[in-house]
């Protein structure tokens, strides 16, 4: 039997048949699905999902009424239940996107001289400056506090030889957005962003045949890229004042959650929580971003390759954090209007399915148009569909540098 139900009274064990939106367009994290635990309904909470569909032959149905053994009728809408866990979202900006994107374009400026410099010291086999790179983490959080979604948009833009350099600054601004949304002190997100920063430079002793193969590696070329974990503890070993959690990052952010990872083959909680998140914003960046030889996933496909990871490579827990920080409609992604124009999600609102868009594209003309910003907040425009670029001849990587412009 196909039923109707408020997703506040899902439980572990429910078959979902349909999420009853018209925004999933096959794009959503999960498809149809049985529901494990209750992460996994938190998760379809936070997408602003209020009732979905069952598969009572498929999976359990819902628990019958207590006071008259029936079971609820098709389509009944039951009030919402109490919950002493409020659903966490990412704060809304406290300064408009176009503002800060202004600071953080000066902020990336730095961050890169910083980053090059950095690596510069380190091919040279001197110390790097720990102090200079903290300097840099504390702008980041301070920008990432003010508006979540000018860094994170910025360091998305980068050309196909630049993955490298921006790779790490991308994924240190992950780090810190989520520790905010986790609620972290401010010491412990600063160790964890700088640890991302450096979570990668013992590359710099990979050949860059190896680094940029295009091809699968082979056996021995795999065990000499596995070398650039323990390579980047050689090379911050002399470091002053760096934290532990810093070394720790760098040593085991390849470690998986089910023990096949390297160099140690570490299992669950053996993991720390630093190398842990930095694991899935690494992957995340990598799996989204255009190198020389292939053409990076669209922001919502790697979400989706994210959370089919959290079933072995990643904490669970921890990744389902990292899609509801992320969001819906996450800053990079392709979406439709109901008025069939498309365009990019470049902001955030207080309604989470409400971005700021930058519309490009009219479906009905099937034709790019001049770009123009969209609240979504504000207009009353909805979002019917998540959007391929590729299908109307985009290339996810030119999206967001023409529409940033």
Known sequence: MIKRVRTENLQPGNFIHDFNCGWNGGNIFIDQTLIADKKMIDIIRSWGI??????????????????SGRQPELRQVTPPQPSNQPEKHPAPPSVPLAVEVKRAKKLRSDAVKIVRHTLKQVEEGKTPDVGLTYELARRM?????????????LTRIRKKDEYTLYHS???SSL???MCNFKGLPEKRALDMAVGALFHDIGKTKVPHTILNKPAKLTAIEFHEMKKHVEYSVDLLQNAHNLPFE?????????????GEGYPHGLKGEKISMGAQLTAICDVFDAITSTRCYREGLGTVTGLKRIYELSDNHFNKDLTHEFIRCIGVYPVGSCVKLEDRKVGIVVGSTENILQPIVKVF????????????????????TSITSYEEPGRIGVKPSSLLSEMVA
């Open 141 to 153: 959080r301070a920008s990432i506090s003010r508006n979540r979604d000018a860094l994170l948009l």
């Open 246 to 258: 810093c070394y720790d990052i760098a040593l085991h952010h390849h470690e998986h959650y089910d």
């Open 169 to 171: 600054i991308s994924v």
């Open 361 to 380: 594209y009219d479906g009905k003309r099937n034709e790019k148009i001049s770009p123009f910003l969209l609240d979504l907040s504000k207009s009353g």
């Open 50 to 67: 209020k009732e979905v569909y069952i598969d009572t032959e498929r999976g359990r149905d819902i628990d019958t009424d207590q006071s």
């Open 175 to 177: 780090v810190l957005d």
